[in-house]
């Protein structure tokens, strides 16, 4: 599949078949991670697995609204970035979901991006924190979102080029 198809592919995808990620759809959704650019090439972010189904549940109820489909999924992982190593943590965190959404539409995996950062539970806690505690890391380890991963249940269909909203395009001259 070349790049463009790839952009076009990469769909949200909320509903999984319960079917396995196989271990060489996730290392290569990893390794996209992986080879993401960071700020000063300082790689502040770190990739957490999660396949046990109560975790993927617990992780599912940190928001209000917009993880719920979390508890449906194989696979999450949760990029959590260092903040003693860049104060860039959003802008790579960000950056490392995007090339591992982006992978996992390459290797026909539904994925979906949780934001967590900013983000409340329905009882109003700090989803970030009910995070970090679920997954139990230090407070210096910030949390941008979460990457549901599984197999997508049902066709998705993919973007086209008319799809593009080129008025969003501004030349300044």
């Given at each position: ?9 990469r ?10 990620v ?10 996209a991670?992986?080879?993401?650019p ?28 917009g ?38 539409a390459?290797?026909g ?21 009910l995070v970090?505690?679920i ?5 210096y ?33």
């Amino acid at each position: 599949m070349d790049f463009d198809e790839v952009l076009l592919k990469r769909r949200s995808v909320r509903k999984f078949t319960g079917d396995e990620v196989t271990k060489n759809q996730l290392n290569e959704i990893l390794k996209a991670g992986l080879l993401a650019p960071t700020s000063m090439n300082r790689k502040p972010c770190s990739f957490l697995v999660v396949s046990d189904r109560e975790t993927l549940k617990e992780l599912s109820e940190v928001k209000q609204h917009g993880s719920q489909f979390l508890a449906g999924a194989d696979k999450a992982i949760v990029v959590i970035a260092n903040t003693l190593k860049a104060d860039t943590w959003i802008e790579d965190s960000s950056i490392a979901l995007s090339f591992m959404h982006l992978m996992a539409a390459n290797v026909g995996v539904g994925s979906c991006w949780i934001q967590i950062h900013l983000r409340k539970s329905a009882e109003g806690e700090d989803a970030e924190r009910l995070v970090r505690d679920i997954v139990k890391i230090d407070d210096y380890f910030r949390i941008v979102g979460i990457l549901a991963l599984g197999i997508p249940d049902g066709e998705v269909k993919p973007h086209t080029l008319d799809d593009m909203d080129k008025s969003q395009i501004h030349f300044l001259v």
